[in-house]
C-alpha cells in the first residue's frame, strides 16, 4: 500500500500512445518516482472560469473550480477522469500533479461584471474540492469569496475539509444577506475507512467541528453522505445525519458510488489492496446498485441507483433525515443583493 495516496497507481491515459509503469514487483523494495510522485503544480490562466452544466442531477448551473486535481485523493472521486483531458494519468497523477488557475478571482469578477450575465448562485466546487491541501497556502478559494461578496453574488461550497472555517469572517457577512450555503461532505465516521478511501481530507470529527462553529455563527450548513457505497459505509447514514444534526446541519442529502471510466479499476485495484475480503461482496453491490454494470449514466437513476440496494439505502436516508432533521431546511440563496459594478446603485 501506499500511504497518504488513494489511487494505488497510475493506469494508462486513454489519449496517449505511451505509458510508464511497473509490472513486476517481485523482489522490489523501493518506490519509483512514478509510484511516489512529489507535489507538482502547474498554472494555467483561463478566459473564462464559470463552468456551465445542465445536468439536473445537479441544482445549480454554475460552478468555479480553482483547482484542477485534488490532493485529498478520494479513491471514488468522479473527477479522476477529467485528469486525463489534461495528459495525465486518473490515479496518482490525479492527487500529486494540480493545475491551478491563479487568475480565477479576476476573471470570475470579469465575468459577472458583464452585461450579459444573469445573476444566479455559484457552487464551489462542480468538480474538485476548492478547500483541498493547497489552499491553505494559495488562497484562491478566499479570493472568490471575497468577489463573491463584494458583488453580492450567492455561492454554495461544498467541501471534505475543515479548511472552511478559515474564512469565517467572509462566510458570516455573506450570511446576513442570505448568499452562502456551506456543505460538508462526510463519507464514514470510521477513521480507519477514512484515512484508507480518501486519505487526506479532514477526519469526520473535525467537520462535524466545523459545521458546529459555522452554525454558531449563523452559517447555513448542511452535509452530503457522499457517496454511499454499500458494503463499506452503507450502515453509517443514520449515525451520520444524527451527528451532523447535532452539529447545526439544516439539511442533509446523499448519492450512490458509480465507477465511471477508469475509476473504476483504480476502485477495484485499491479494494482488493486494502479490503480483499469484501472485494467481491462489494463491487458486486454496486453493480446490483447500477443494473449489472458498476456505472450508470443516465440522469437521476446514476446518483441514486436502482434495485433493491438502492431502495434500502433510501429508505435508510429517508428515515434518518426525517427523524433528525425533521423541520429543518436551508434559507435560500437570495439575488436581490447583486452589484453590477461592485457598489451600490445612486438610481
Request: aromatic share 8%; with cysteine; charged share 20%.
Given at each position: 500500500m501506499i ?9 494508462s491515459?486513454?489519449?496517449?500512445q ?16 512514478e509510484?511516489?510522485?512529489a507535489?507538482?503544480?502547474f498554472y494555467?490562466?483561463p478566459?473564462?472560469?464559470i ?7 445537479l ?5 468555479v473550480?480553482p483547482?484542477?486535481?485534488?490532493e485529498?485523493?478520494c ?8 485528469h486525463?483531458?489534461w ?9 500529486s500533479?494540480?493545475i ?18 444573469k445573476?444566479?448562485p455559484?457552487m464551489l466546487s462542480?468538480?474538485?474540492?476548492c478547500y483541498?491541501?493547497i489552499e491553505?497556502k494559495?488562497?484562491l478559494?478566499?479570493?472568490v ?5 463584494k458583488y ?13 472555517t478559515r474564512d ?5 457577512e455573506?450570511?446576513?444577506?442570505d448568499?452562502v ?12 475507512l477514512r484515512?484508507q ?5 479532514a ?6 467541528k466545523?459545521?458546529e462553529?459555522?452554525?454558531?455563527n449563523?452559517?447555513p ?7 454511499i457505497?454499500p458494503?463499506?459505509?452503507?450502515h453509517?447514514?443514520?449515525e451520520?445525519?444524527?451527528q451532523a444534526?447535532?452539529s447545526g446541519?439544516?439539511?442533509?442529502g446523499?448519492?450512490v ?5 477508469q475509476?473504476?479499476?483504480i ?8 479490503y480483499?475480503d ?7 453491490q454496486?453493480s446490483?446498485l447500477?443494473?449489472g454494470k458498476?456505472?450508470d449514466?443516465?440522469?437521476?437513476r446514476?446518483?441514486t441507483?436502482?434495485?433493491q440496494?438502492?431502495a434500502?439505502i433510501?429508505?435508510l436516508?429517508?428515515v434518518a433525515k ?5 423541520g429543518k431546511k436551508?434559507?435560500p440563496?437570495?439575488v436581490a443583493h447583486f452589484?453590477k459594478?461592485?457598489?451600490?446603485s445612486?438610481?
Amino acid at each position: 500500500m501506499i500511504k497518504g495516496k488513494g489511487a494505488q497507481y497510475n493506469p494508462s491515459n486513454p489519449f496517449s500512445q505511451q505509458a510508464i509503469g511497473q509490472y513486476h514487483d517481485e523482489g522490489i523494495d523501493e518506490y519509483t518516482h512514478e509510484e511516489r510522485p512529489a507535489l507538482e503544480l502547474f498554472y494555467e490562466t483561463p478566459k473564462n472560469v464559470i463552468s456551465t452544466n445542465n445536468s439536473p442531477d445537479l441544482k445549480l448551473p454554475y460552478s468555479v473550480n480553482p483547482y484542477q486535481g485534488c490532493e485529498h485523493g478520494c479513491v471514488y472521486c468522479y473527477a479522476r477522469n477529467s485528469h486525463t483531458y489534461w495528459g495525465f494519468s486518473a490515479g496518482l497523477d490525479f492527487e500529486s500533479k494540480l493545475i491551478i488557475k491563479k487568475n480565477v478571482a479576476s476573471q470570475l469578477a470579469s465575468q459577472i461584471q458583464n452585461p450579459r450575465w444573469k445573476v444566479q448562485p455559484i457552487m464551489l466546487s462542480g468538480n474538485t474540492d476548492c478547500y483541498q491541501p493547497i489552499e491553505k497556502k494559495l488562497g484562491l478559494t478566499r479570493q472568490v469569496l471575497e468577489v463573491m461578496l463584494k458583488y453580492r453574488c450567492p455561492v454554495s461550497i461544498i467541501s471534505k475539509n475543515a479548511l472552511v472555517t478559515r474564512d469565517l469572517d467572509i462566510l458570516k457577512e455573506l450570511a446576513t444577506l442570505d448568499l452562502v450555503h456551506v456543505y460538508f461532505s462526510i463519507t464514514t465516521l470510521e477513521e480507519d475507512l477514512r484515512s484508507q478511501l480518501e486519505p487526506r481530507t479532514a477526519t469526520a470529527k473535525k467537520k462535524l467541528k466545523a459545521m458546529e462553529l459555522l452554525a454558531s455563527n449563523r452559517v447555513p450548513v448542511g452535509v452530503m453522505n457522499a457517496p454511499i457505497i454499500p458494503g463499506l459505509n452503507h450502515h453509517e447514514i443514520p449515525e451520520v445525519i444524527r451527528q451532523a444534526a447535532n452539529s447545526g446541519a439544516l439539511n442533509a442529502g446523499y448519492t450512490v458510488v458509480r465507477l465511471n471510466g477508469q475509476i473504476a479499476q483504480i476502485f477495484e485495484n485499491w479494494l482488493e489492496k486494502t479490503y480483499p475480503d469484501r472485494l467481491h461482496k462489494v463491487m458486486n453491490q454496486v453493480s446490483e446498485l447500477h443494473g449489472g454494470k458498476v456505472n450508470d449514466t443516465k440522469w437521476g437513476r446514476r446518483i441514486t441507483g436502482s434495485g433493491q440496494t438502492a431502495a434500502m439505502i433510501k429508505q435508510l436516508f429517508d428515515v434518518a433525515k426525517s427523524k433528525y432533521l425533521k423541520g429543518k431546511k436551508m434559507p435560500p440563496l437570495s439575488v436581490a443583493h447583486f452589484r453590477k459594478g461592485g457598489n451600490y446603485s445612486l438610481f
